[in-house]
């Protein structure tokens, strides 16, 4: 028997594996994605909190980020009140990436919402949002 979670996770695995392809070219894979919308709309955030933001545990977004950082999207510095928090900026090579990332993503939504109304997106939007507090919640406790 199918459930929520069964379908997300079908919905999440068919995302990777469109924007993985679509990515290809600029060297970049699924979840860079994430990595970078973050990074540039945050320029300067810490590792962990970059972490927080995404879910991803600390080890696999360092894992990440030294692939970004190899590939020129990112520059990592410690910070100046803590040296041992490391800061992550992005390049302007991220900068330019950025807008064929927003395209991609923004074709896969619409891609996989065609057919619900605006009022069916608004709501379908609010129940995940819903979701993911209190999943989120439950990793916090």
Not at 25 to 31: D, I, V
Not at 65 to 73: P, S, T
Request: hydrophobic share 40%; with cysteine; aromatic share 4%.
């Amino acid at each position: 028997m199918y459930t929520i979670t069964t379908h997300m996770n079908n919905l999440i695995r068919c995302m990777n594996q469109y924007r993985t392809e679509l990515l290809a070219p600029m060297a970049l894979k699924s979840c860079h994605a994430s990595y970078l919308l973050e990074i540039c709309a945050c320029p300067g955030i810490s590792q962990e909190q970059l972490a927080r933001r995404i879910y991803i545990n600390k080890s696999n977004v360092a894992r990440q980020l030294a692939i970004l950082e190899e590939n020129g999207y990112v520059t990592r510095r410690p910070g100046e009140e803590d040296r041992r928090v490391m800061r992550v900026y992005p390049t302007e090579k991220a900068q330019a990436a950025l807008p064929r990332i927003q395209e991609i993503m923004g074709n896969w939504e619409e891609a996989v919402a065609v057919g619900l109304t605006e009022a069916e997106r608004e709501k379908l939007s609010a129940l995940l949002e819903d979701m993911t507090r209190r999943a989120s919640a439950l990793l916090e406790e």
